[in-house]
């Protein structure tokens, strides 16, 4: 099919006035009366007329008018490929969850082909990917076909892949039709959270002020949803005195001062943080440390290690005769805790011109002659 005009089917010459007395005014043939030639009258579709792989056949009955006669003649249309396969949807949409065992298999909308025998589908192909490929249903009636899952899926890797499934004929040449495949990748929770780095040094200064904000820690879980949400958490193994001092926000991973630190009792902490997903079940990051080195600021003043110090000099004594050293401590360090000794602004200053003291040292010396009667000396 279609079969057009010319096609004659010639009776023998002595039959005259010949006319198709069977079928509808819309039939296909007739009879030319005078030579006897069977005519095609109009396009003959096959499969508007049969379905299926059977036989398509139409029985004329004939009549011969001299002499009267009844010829019955049966006409088999053959089918020619003149259909394109064609999918019942032009899309089909899967949702897949990531590491789906390879292997899976999902059912396509298959593709009606009206045309029969070898002109009806064949086969099914799939643009060349590395993830599926495309099979087909062992029945010879109606290939289904399916897309099956080649090996894992990574959503982090790729959440959406497009394909086109292509259903192809036996015919020469052979006709396609076409069905466009959407497939979503859906999360599992197969990443725990991770840190930048493994560990974090935090330097503060010891009077930075109750509520200050000395980090701010950030991981990262590629998964999506609660999969992807992070909540922090410090070891429970660490020492009383770190969880009086800091505080770590479960939800954005800040780290604040709860009470003031004290360079000259502890300058160092260490804090053991790990970062956990809200997946069922939960993955959890490696613990990181966090080290925060507490800075040194001018808050001690140098004390003595006397309170008072008492010494007998003679009155001979020679020009720069240490008479005394004094001592004083500082508990801060560095350049915080290095002392100089000097004489207080009370002094007089005629007492001054007697003694003199190192300011790195602390040692007092005789600078100027003493007198005895002149009584006793205090210094500050």
Known sequence: SPLKPPFVFVFPKQHLRLRVVSGSKDAYFDVNPDNGALQVRKKIDREEMCHGNGACTIELKILVENPLEIHYVIVEITDINDNSPVFSEKEQAFQIFEHATPGTRFELHNARDPDSGINTVRTYTIT??????????????????????????????????????????????????????????????????????????????????????????????????????????????????????????????????????????????????????????PLTSRDINIIIDVLDVNDNSPVFTKESYSVTVKENVPVDTVVI?????????????????????????????LFSIDENTGEIKVKGKLDFEKSSIGLA
């Open 128 to 281: 060349t990917n590395d993830l599926f490929d495309i099979e087909m249903s062992p029945s010879d009636e109606e290939k289904i076909p399916f897309l099956v899952l080649k090996k894992s899926l990574d959503r982090e890797q790729k959440n959406k892949h497009q394909l086109l499934v292509t259903a192809i004929d036996g015919g020469k040449p052979p006709r396609s039709g076409t069905l466009n495949i959407s497939i979503t990748v859906l999360d599992t929770n197969d990443n725990p959270p991770k840190f930048s780095q493994d560990t974090y040094i935090i330097q503060i200064f010891e009077n930075v002020s109750v509520g200050t904000i000395i980090a701010q820690l950030s991981a990262v879980d590629p998964d999506e949803g609660i999969n992807g949400e992070i909540k922090y958490s410090l070891s429970k193994t660490l020492a009383r005195k770190v969880y009086d001092k800091f505080e770590l926000d479960s939800l954005n991973g800040k780290i604040t001062l709860k009470e003031p630190l004290d360079y000259e009792d502890s300058d160092m902490y260490r804090l053991d943080v790990q970062a956990s997903d809200k997946g069922s079940p």
């Open 325 to 353: 050293q004094v001592n004083a401590t500082d508990l801060d360090q560095g350049a915080n805790s290095e002392i100089i000794y000097l004489f207080g602004k009370d002094v007089d200053s005629k007492l001054m011109k």
